[in-house]
Structure formats: C-alpha cells, structure tokens
C-alpha cells in the first residue's frame, strides 16, 4: 500500500511521489492569492524569513506580477542571531531580484543583552521576533503581510486562514476566524486590524521542496549536507556562531557532515546528519525520513500548544 | 480530471462518530504524519487516558479542542500516495459549526460521510449530506464505522445504506464499511469483512475519478489587476476559473458586451498558445477597451444582471436582516447588495438578491466559480453567508442583457407604424428594462 509505495527508494524517483501535475495547481491558487492582496490592499509587505518557503514565495511573486515588478517590499525581522550564510544569501537575492528589502532589529532588546540562554526562548522569540515584527508593521502601516507558513507545518497552523486576521495588537483569535469558502477572499478590515496571507496554505514540504527542484530556486546553501564543525550533545547538532553558546566542559566541536532542514536562529535551530547536498537527494531523503521538520526548533516545543500561543501573541 | 493528480475530500458526520480518528488513522498510515508529531501524540494519549493511540489528537490542534475532546473550527490535512496528493478539510460534526462544514465541502470534489454504524444515519449525518449536496459535491463515500462494535456484520451495513440510498438520490455513493480505530478497510481491504469485497477506503480514493474538469467548462476569466509596467504593455492579470482560451480566439467583455482578440497569453516561463483552468495568466486584447478590475472575459456569454435568486448559507452570529445592505463579492468584483428574507446563524434559504451593480454570472450547478459569492456585513466585516446562485431573475431572464436590449429595441423601432408609436415603444421598454 501506500506506507511502502512512498518507503525511501533511490532510484526512479518520479515513480514513488505524486505526479507533478498538482505543484501548476497550487502555484495558480498562489498567484491568485497574491494579486487578490495588491488589488485589494493599500500597503502590502512580504516578511522574508530567507528560508525555502520565502524562496518559493519570492519565485510565485514575479511570476504574479511579470512582465511588471513585485509591487511590494520585502520585510525581514533580523534577531541579529541568524546563520551568517542566511544573512549573505538575503542580501545578494534581494539585489539580484531587485526587489526592496526593509531589515528591521529590535536593538533596545539587543543592547539589552537579549539572546535565547540568558531569556529563554519564549521571552527571547516575543522581544526579537514577535514584538519587532509587530513594530515594523505599525511603523510602516502595513495592512497585509503575506508570510511563507504552511498548514501542515503545525498542528494549529492547519486551522489557519488564507487571509488570517489581527486585530490592532497583531493577534489572532481562532475561535473568530472569518470563513474561507471556495477561493474567495474578504478584505474588509477594520480600524487598526491586519492580515496576514498565507499563498502557501496549501503546499506540503514535499511540495516546496519539489517546487524547487522544477523551478530552479536559489536557496541557502546551509540546507545541503557539507562537513561543518558543529556541537553534538545527544541528538542535537548546533553550529556554534557565538560565544554565548555554553559548551560544557566535556563536550568539544566535531565535524559531522549535516544540513538545515529548517532555517531559524542558529543557537535555536539544529542541523540533522545527512549526505543530501543536492535538491533531488533532499527529496529522496525527506520521502523516507519519518521526523516532521519543526522537530529541530527548540521553540515550538518550550510549552504545549505553544506555536497556537505565539500566533495569539502576534507572532506569524 | 482523470485519477491522478490533486483530489480535494471533505469530511462529514456527527459528533463522536470517529471522524478525527478516520483522519488520524488515513494520516497515520499513509505517512502523511510524522514520527516525532506521532511521539507527541502518544504521550498525550497515555496523559489523557486514551489508551495506546489517540489518533484524533492529530488533527485536534486546537488547545479548546483538546482540552473538549471535539473539533471545533475546519482543518486542512495533507497526504500523497504514490498514485495522487490529497487535500482533506476536516469539518466539524457540531450543528452549529455548519458554516464550516459548507466552507471544507465549497471546494471538494468529494465528500466522506461518516456514521456509526451502532447509530446509523442520524438527523446530522443528514443535513450534512444535504450541505454537501447543495455545495456542488455528486461525489460521496458512505463510511460506516465503528463496525468492530457490531461484530462486522454485513446486516447492520446494509440496512443504513438502504436509508441512505434515499438521502443521496441523485449522486454517486460508494460506500465502504470500516472501523477506523483498528484500520479495517482504511488503507487496504479488511479480512473480518470478506463480505464487502471491495477495495480499503484510501485505495478507493486513489482511483476515484471526478467528472468535473473546469478546462472543459466555457472561458471565464476575471480580471483580477491591469498590469501597465511600461508605456507599451497592458496585459489582465487573472485565474482561468473555467474553460480555456487560445491565442488569436476572439472573446467578449463584460459588462460592456464589447468583442475583441485575444493577442498574447503572457507568464513569466514564457508566451503560451494555450491556456486552461485553474491556470493563472496575464492576457494582452488586440483593441484597447477599457477595462479594468471586476470585468470579466469570456467565450460564449455569461449571464449578466443585478437580480437573482440563490441559496444562501449563513454564516454570522448576527442574523440576516432583510432591512440593512450587505457587500458581496463574486469573482474579483464587489457590490452592495439588499437580500430579501432573514436567515439565523447555521440557516440555510432561497434568498432574493438585488445588487448595486450588474454582476456577470452562471448558475451555480454550471460553474461553481461564477455562481458563488460571499456575503460581507459592512460593520463587523465578518464573511457572514455564502452563497450559490440558482438563476436569474431579471425582467428578462438574466441572458446577455444589453446585446439582447439592443436588439429588441431596435426590432421594436422597426415594427412601429410611426416614429410616435417607435418613440412609445422604445420608451416603455426601456422604463421596463430599467425598473
């Protein structure tokens, strides 16, 4: 049946995933959500984490508008704890698609010493990521933030609006979410609310990475499997980029060879062991991997139902 | 659509009757979860008491659900199997969530209905079904679960299909007795029911073909955005909803009636000679018309008018109030609109509509794309209906209004004996026309 019709296979890909016909539906139900927010909102921004999904976000966005230019800035909420490779990529992809990039830090969070051992993470993520995102928001009025999330990410993410609403504080009240019927889209906001848009609703991991593959996406080097000198304490591979990092007195630096399934901050985000340095070895691996890849973000799993709490709180 | 490719299921049924474990279970053993998301699930399940697996805790995200054991607001599931990819709306059984099981049935092409076979077909498994129906859906499996409670016996199945058959008259059902918990008949055939013989519930699915191709329907294309990057272009951003155009075919514009060609099909990738629904394109016209967001380009012609009768799904704590004036958007345009009876929360009625605005439209058996709109209160701005048109109900039916006037009044001019009686004549059509 299908549990071994999917089972890992490193020959002839094509004939154990679905066919790609699917990935030219969800790019249209993309496309169309995209355009459905530039003609219907005033102030629209694109908050670019630098990660695949933003990538493939990113690609949908120029097709969307061409041959005219991506009508709406980029926004990334910089913690300033992000991998350097992260930060190169952005900057080098935004110029090469000429689009314009806002970078907004929370810096009296950082001048204040904010970082994840001395906080933890909940504190650390509300000061650096969700508090700076809701005040980079506010300070350019923007009324539709489209972000890259999926709703097969996380349990709460999968009752999540196309067009996901907040109120004047950013929040999200699931138990008032307007109907989505077919593809229709109400904009109508009131005073001091927002959305968030997610065109990726509907796309699966597998489906974005595949995505990739057809449409040749750039992406951060960091997701392919290279040596990299990395900190192993139980299952855990952290790339070590700053000093307040504790390394204990018995552990040491090893090279391992490893990749990203998943890009956040790098004291908070794992690396897990792998040989696949090319896009269709990432797919071959994720078919046959059986770890969702929010399992390597220590902060989904602080406290139970806690992304459901940080999306109420204001983070995407 | 032949089998293959993306097919989207709804779920329905009532409260307790297993839907959320049918769904854990389909994810579960299609791999449509992972290893660590089941680790969770586990230890939540030995916290909860709930024996070995509980596998409605992977769709119940929300912490009220959770906490209430029920799912409460429609979730969106995802899974693929070698042969196709499946997008689940997990709706829920409460009545008063109606509006959600409307808005997962809204774009599936078909729907799971699911009884417990101890129980057989309740008064909620019957509104759902009629919800289904009513949304387009002639698509439907018949899952009688829980049938490890009645020992598997082929009886108990056959009679609740019997009071079924009535129910979906007109639809295809296919219907296939499982118990969700242990996975009889879920993935793969069940040998405690030697007697159902055919395929499990997810083989089905992968096979199932759906008669409904929107590429084959006629072209209609809403203008989403005008595209003017530079002096010399002007392309029509849109979504095929139905149909498919070609470079060089002549099409009409609405609500003008104008005509004109087709010149390019533009996308990024490059110019296409063809194009087909669901695909979004950016289409350049030979002449240029003046046109802009909320008309629409089509072949063949739809039906354009700002009286219609439709069924209306409402979906607001605040009843409808024939009195006040809702918004409403239909494809990319948005009108005013004054509704003619009152309907409560979860409420389902033939409602008159009259629109500020022409809307330009099919009946909702026709093309689920040009004959579905959302109801907007203009205070709170919550979608409070949903709705589907039956036809229209202008003066003269809602054909291609303007081109058919034209033509009358003019025919009417002809007729006259004098130009007196030509002037009366046009006049009083028009007075009708414009009432």
Known sequence: MCATAIAADSTGLTDIVAPLEHLRVLEAESIQILREVVAEFERPVMLYSIGKDSSVLLRLAQKAFHPGPIPFPLLHVDTTYKFREMIEFRDWYAAEVGVRLIVHTNTDAIDAGAQPFALGTQRCCGLLKTKALLDALAAERFDAAFGGARRDEERSRAKERVFSLRDAHGQWDPKRQRPEPWNLLNSRLGPGQSVRVFPLSNWTELDVWQYIDAEQIPIVPLYFAKEREVLVRGNTLT???????PVLPDERLERVRCRMRSLGCSPCTGAIRSDADTVPRIIAELIATRQSERQLRVIDHDQDSSMELKKREGYF | MAAGGLLRICTAGSVDDGKSTLIGRLLYDSRGVYEDQVHSVREASRHRGAGPIDFSLFTDGLKAEREQGITIDVAYRYFATAKRKFILADTPGHEQYTRNMATGASTADVAILLVDARNGVRPQSRRHAEIARLLGISEFVLAINKMDLVDFDREVSDAIVADFGALLNGAHTHVVPISALHGDNVIGPSDRMPWYGGPGLLGYLEELEINRDPAEGAFRYPVQLVLRPSDGF??????????????????????????????????????????????????????HIDLSRGDMITVGAPQLGRRLDAEIVWMDERALDPARLYLLKHTTRTVTAELDCALTLNQIGSVGVTTSQPLIFDPYADNRATGSFLLIDPDSNFTAGAGMITRGADAYGASPVRRDAAERLAALARAASSDEAAIDAVRATLAELLR
């Not at chain 1, 790339?239 to 990092?245: D, G, K, L, S, Y």
């Not at chain 2, 533009?266 to 002449?287: G, N, Y």
């Open chain 2, 234 to 287: 002007r392309g029509y951003a849109g979504r095929i909803l139905s149909g498919s155009i070609n470079a060089g075919d002549a099409v009409t514009i609405w609500p003008s009636g104008r005509t004109t060609v087709v010149n390019r099909i533009v996308t990024r990738d490059r110019d296409l000679d063809t194009a087909r629904a669901p695909m979004s394109v950016v289409l350049t016209l030979e002449d």
């Open chain 1, 239 to 245: 790339v070590v980029e700053h000093p307040f990092v």
